[in-house]
């Protein structure tokens, strides 16, 4: 895999990147010296405890009470990181290192409201003020606070705030149906709802009230809702419901931070519901302080004068992730609205994909972080990016959501700034962070994942079990980060999580992708491979789709795929349904399907097409095999799909195999 080389670092003399400081740091406090990045990775991946401990003195992560060892029992599950130690994430968040009380550390831009700016005061005051707010309401340590809102400054003031008690956050975006949010918010039983009565996507207002009316009958544990008017500012609460006003009121209580245990829960995020309800993840304080620290300044090169945009939704991970950015210093650049569409006060609104482009140009974004598919739609609609003004002040781009094509990084190059770092990254709720990804010491190569991340030991696994080098292969982590999840929400003996990682390589994580890795150590990621969907960038769980598509009376069985794009676009999505007897699929019942689909869960989960069968193929314990049938849809036979003789009806795989060759023979 010898690609095109796209960008090549500056010679170590010139070398003023934060990695670069840290192993000089390296040297200095710990008389080690590393020739090259290779060298570095191993040495972080053997010596876990001497790399992990380098990472907190080095960002001199601040503790309560010292931690009494770095790690206890390198075996997974179950190492414990730091024991002993006790610290708060959201105090290091507005550390702010580096900026001075008055500099901007949010900007904040939506097409429903007027930009927001906070300044690092700004910030520390609304979040003590929110943190009263919360302890008026009752909120103490353990207690979960949810948030059903974009991704707007209240949305990060609640987080911090939340965390500086030590009670713990979720939070979905509010495109989320009511079905979503509920099957999520029903597993940890939060007592505290904040949520916006709506928001513009574009200049598409759209009303949430009937939905949070739903959330809030149905969610028993609730004691308090507050309401943010977002899309109507002067509306009156719903009754019973405080205003963000009353939580946000002044006060005299101080800011203060609640010392907590290196793995105290900090927030909770969700798989996206493969095989049953979402898997509620439970992420901790101290795990995620450091994998962050170490990812946006060593990985993604960031510190103070940095402007961090990445355009997420609060149901991705990669929200998690930006609102990280004032730990290492660097200010954060928000977007809530429609980046494909441009909408002004005063103009209609048109298609559009330079509406984010203009924002990190208006806004001196430093690092602008996106998935793979707006990349690729936005060389497919012909866009020139580098010919705004103020866009050259990037000098990253960060991918991710889904591979991305050699011709997607040779359009980075040639239409956004042929000087920038394309960080091409992966890596997954389950750990929210990448653990493959770019690095300012190395190249960057077309088509390719430039490393494996400091501290990540990424392998790839043939099928008998064994490391390979340059072959396809099951992408396995053998040793333990510290942001792996500190367990799943009411699974006391740890068997969910336990059966969720580690059930097909005991003691190794698996993770559910195809990944090469290469002799140079750069990464190939090629798809999934398990059932889990990809739509523009987005895991979407099967389970999901079956508990709305199998709620209407007319189907009696279903079954999803996603096909994913060679060209690394948003690939397709197919629903196959079986319906009871004397239904057949008319356009009536497609329509209802889809809107059933688009108001339960969200747009992401409509379908491009939807096809009737006679069977959903199933093993002998019932479970339905999404994986085989993509293998079939994408030319595998039956024979090598599946092992027939566990299937409670093995023919249903031949109907699925005539329509993959009809539906191949339509589009030749």
């Not at 670092?9 to 400081?21: C, E, N, Q, V, Y």
């Not at 597993?187 to 949430?208: C, E, F, K, M, S």
């Not at 004068?305 to 929200?319: I, K, N, S, V």
């Not at 024979?639 to 409670?648: C, I, Q």
Request: glycine share 10%; hydrophobic share 40%.
């Amino acid at each position: 895999m010898d690609g095109e080389v796209l960008w090549t670092p500056p010679p170590a003399d010139d070398d003023r990147s934060r990695i670069g400081d840290y192993l000089r740091w390296l040297s200095r406090h710990r008389g080690l010296d590393f020739d090259d990045y290779a060298a570095l990775w191993r040495w972080s991946v053997t010596d876990l405890a001497g790399f992990w401990r380098s990472i907190w003195d080095y960002f001199e992560v601040k503790a309560y009470t010292e931690p009494t060892a770095t790690l206890v029992d390198t075996s997974m599950p179950g190492t414990r990181w730091f024991p002993g130690a006790t610290l708060n994430y959201a105090e290091h968040v507005l550390r702010m290192p580096g900026l001075a009380d008055d500099e901007p550390v949010v900007i904040a831009y939506s097409q429903t409201r007027a930009p927001v700016t906070l300044t690092a005061a700004e910030l520390r005051e609304q979040v003590r003020r929110v943190r009263a707010g919360l302890v008026r309401l009752g909120v103490g340590p353990g207690d979960r606070v949810a948030a059903y809102a974009p991704n707007i400054p209240e949305t990060f003031v609640l987080m911090l705030a939340t965390a500086s008690l030590g009670a713990i956050f979720s939070s979905c975006a509010p495109e989320f149906g009511t079905r979503s949010v509920l099957d999520r918010w029903r597993q940890i039983a939060p007592t505290v709802l904040v949520a916006v009565d709506g928001y513009r996507y574009g200049d598409r207002p759209v009303d949430r009230r009937a939905e949070l009316a739903t959330i809030r009958a149905e969610l028993p544990s609730l004691v308090h809702t507050v309401v943010l008017p977002y899309l109507e500012p002067d509306a009156a609460p719903p009754d019973g419901a405080l205003t963000w006003a009353d939580l946000a009121a002044e006060t005299d209580e101080p800011l203060t931070f609640a010392a907590v245990p290196f793995d105290h829960p900090l927030y909770v995020l969700y798989s996206s519901g493969t095989t049953g309800l979402p898997k509620p993840i439970v992420h901790g304080h101290g795990g995620i302080l450091l994998e962050h620290l170490k990812m946006l300044a060593l990985h993604h090169d960031l510190g103070p004068a940095d402007r961090f945009l990445w355009f997420t939704t609060t149901g991705w991970m990669m929200w998690n992730f930006l609102v990280s950015g004032p730990a290492v210093g660097a200010a954060i650049v928000l977007f809530d609205g429609n980046p494909a569409v441009r909408a002004e006060p005063g103009r209609p609104a048109e298609p559009d994909l330079g509406t984010l482009w203009r924002l990190a140009a208006e806004t001196g974004t430093t690092y602008f972080g996106t998935s793979a598919p707006f990349l690729l739609a936005c060389r497919k609609a012909g866009l020139r990016p580098a010919e705004l003004t103020g866009l050259s002040a990037v000098r990253g781009v960060g991918s991710t959501g889904a591979p991305l094509p050699a011709e997607g990084f040779r359009w980075v190059y040639d239409s956004v700034g042929a000087d920038l770092r394309l960080d091409s990254i992966s890596g997954g709720t389950d750990v929210c962070t990448g653990f493959v990804g770019g690095v300012p010491l190395l190249p960057v190569v077309a088509g390719e994942i430039t490393c494996r991340c400091l501290g990540a030991r990424v392998e790839a696994r043939s099928a008998d079990g064994d490391p390979v080098i340059g072959q396809l292969g099951e992408l396995v982590i053998t040793a333990p980060m510290p942001s792996m999840p500190v367990g799943f929400w009411n699974d006391p003996d740890g068997s969910r999580y336990r059966e969720a990682y580690f059930d097909v390589y005991p003691g190794v994580w698996r993770h559910g992708d195809w990944i090469t890795v290469t002799e140079r150590g750069s990464c190939v990621i090629t798809g999934r491979s398990d059932a889990t969907l990809n739509r523009g960038g987005v895991r979407l769980g099967t389970a999901e789709f079956y508990s709305v598509v199998e709620g209407l009376p007319e189907v009696t069985d279903s079954l999803v795929v996603h096909l994913e794009d060679d060209e690394g676009g948003a690939g397709e999505l197919l629903l196959f349904v079986v319906l009871a007897e004397g239904v057949t699929l008319d356009t009536a019942l497609t329509g209802r399907i889809t809107r059933e689909l688009r108001t339960g869960l969200s747009p992401r989960h409509v379908p491009d097409e939807i096809h009737q069968v006679g069977a959903v193929p199933r093993t002998l314990s019932a479970k339905k095999l999404e994986v085989p049938v993509k293998k079939i849809l994408t030319g595998a036979a039956v024979d090598s799909a599946a092992a027939t003789g566990a299937l409670v009806n093995p023919e249903s795989l031949v109907a699925f195999e005539r329509f993959a060759r009809q539906r191949a023979a339509d589009r030749s």
